[in-house]
């Protein structure tokens, strides 16, 4: 998940370990947006609840809150708000200047979401929890809207898209998640056949698409929901975080970034914490990668807080990338070799362990600490669903260490269960030699909410893993009772499938 360009990223052949198997997906993705994105065409006459509406507040000299952002307008004069005027959101020179930190009102690491402790009333049962093999036995695609029993698990598996041909329709990456915030909408990817590249809305009941989005972020990874309103849609843009309505096609600046010339927002995560009062993105001073995919300008991380206004920043390393806690109150620095914990206010040294994580996201553990979530391929902390806390406890939940094989090649991980904390869920395409075994090929879901873990098997993947779009796309919704997955069903067509835990 390091670097800043889905090129780096993805730049070898498509076999070996995860970090292999991902790779050469560049081409494949780059190729995916050479077409232009239609106009966003809504095709339902309801839609969710707009998000919360507030009133602006303004604080001496430019704080601002964050629903009046995301409701009220576009931009924010701190100099002199008006409510009758386009408001222009931006950042100051003095909060992007690396070798400067402005102070904030946190300046901890409290180990704690931004959503309160509750008991989920989630029972997951019905699904196996040996390690017997159970063979990927023959079992024809539903049809879009019906569903069909797997043999080996007992799981209703429902067809949610009606991919045809070449095309391929699969949940956004799997580390942010894929459902906004009250389940009722999931954004998808389409490519392929004769339509466009480019993000498509679908209702998660009625399976109905509900509208393609009109808009270009910088990568195909820098798009994500609004965590706490389920009809707004982030991703960043040039130098902006932008905003559009999945349901009326709306675009606005959330905040603009003069000083740099792009942002990213850090993929392995939905870029806010998990209540919107923390924004975390890197800021790149350059223009672009050189032509041998290396930045020639400074990199730094930026911290936004909406609710007071406080920015804060600090440089990083090519390799590292901050990604807001899910409380809002630390940044986790990443890099190759492992994580620094730092204060939203990207004071001090922090402090930093080691371990080598493939696909690392932030979750969250039962009692609502945060917890870094990640397969792992290396000589510590190996399995399919590893955890570490931020205090650098590794732990192996799905690995050998536990009596489960070798994490699958193309192993992904999806841990934004908020509403159910200790919710946390894998996936792997079948084995190219076609010998499978325990978890290989399956999705998976680890339950840390007892006195130990109950990892339960829910299905067989059926996606071939031939390229980058037929990989197992996975995210666990908001509450953990439902989970998307991609798939080809063994060649073919990509679609997006669901399955329920709570049924």
Known sequence: MTGDSFDERFDGPLNGPLDDALSGAADDVRTSFGGDVP??????????????????????????????????????????ISTDEP?????????????????????????????????????????????????????????PGESVIDPAFGSTITRMTAATGDERIVPIQSPSSAWNSDESLVLLYATGGDRSSGYVVYDADTFD???????????????????????????ADGAALRAVSATS???????????????????????????????????????????????????????????????????????????AAPSGDAVVIE???????????????????????????????????????????????VGSIVTATLDGDVSVIVGPDTGYPFPPSGTRVSGVSWQTPGIVAAASPTPSDGVQGAIEGEIVIADLRGDSPVVHRLAHTRTSG????????????????????????????VDTYQIRLDS
Not at 342 to 360: H, M, N, R, V, Y
Request: aromatic share 6%; hydrophobic share 35%.
């Open 209 to 235: 698409q509900v509208a393609q989005l009109d808009i270009t972020a910088n990568d195909i990874e820098q798009v994500f929901w609004d965590p706490t309103d389920p009809d707004t849609i982030m991703y």
């Open 39 to 80: 106009p966003f065409v809504p095709n339902r006459s309801t839609s969710p609840a707009l998000g919360m509406l507030a009133a602006a507040i303004l604080v001496a000299g430019g704080a601002f809150a964050w629903t009046n952002l995301r409701d009220e307008g576009t931009n924010v004069d701190t100099a002199n």
């Open 466 to 493: 031939s390229d980058y779009f037929a990989a197992s796309f996975l995210s666990i919704s908001p509450s953990g009772t439902r989970v998307l997955f991609s798939s080809d069903w063994g060649g073919g067509a």
């Open 335 to 381: 890099d190759p070799d492992g994580f620094t914990i730092l204060p939203a206010s990207l004071e001090g040294s922090g402090t930093s362990f080691a371990w080598e994580a493939s696909g690392a996201s932030l979750s969250a553990g039962p009692d609502g600490s945060t917890l870094i979530v990640a397969s792992g391929f290396e000589t510590e902390g």
């Open 249 to 323: 096609g709306e675009i606005r600046d959330v905040a603009v970034f003069p000083q740099c010339s792009a942002i990213t927002v850090p993929t392995g995560s939905s870029g806010p914490a998990w209540d919107g009062s923390l924004i975390v993105a890197t800021c790149l001073t350059d223009e672009g990668p050189d032509e041998d995919d290396s930045d020639d300008g400074a990199r730094s991380v930026v911290t936004f807080e909406p609710a007071t206004g406080s920015m804060a920043s600090r440089p990083l390393a090519d390799d590292e990338q901050g990604h």
């Open 87 to 143: 408001i222009e959101t931006t950042i100051s020179d003095s909060a992007l200047d690396p070798d400067s930190t402005t102070d904030t009102t946190t300046d901890t690491t409290t180990d704690t979401t931004g959503r309160s402790e509750t008991d989920s009333p989630l029972v997951i049962s019905g699904f196996p929890t040996d390690l017997d093999d159970r063979n990927l036995g023959p079992l024809d695609r539903p049809a």
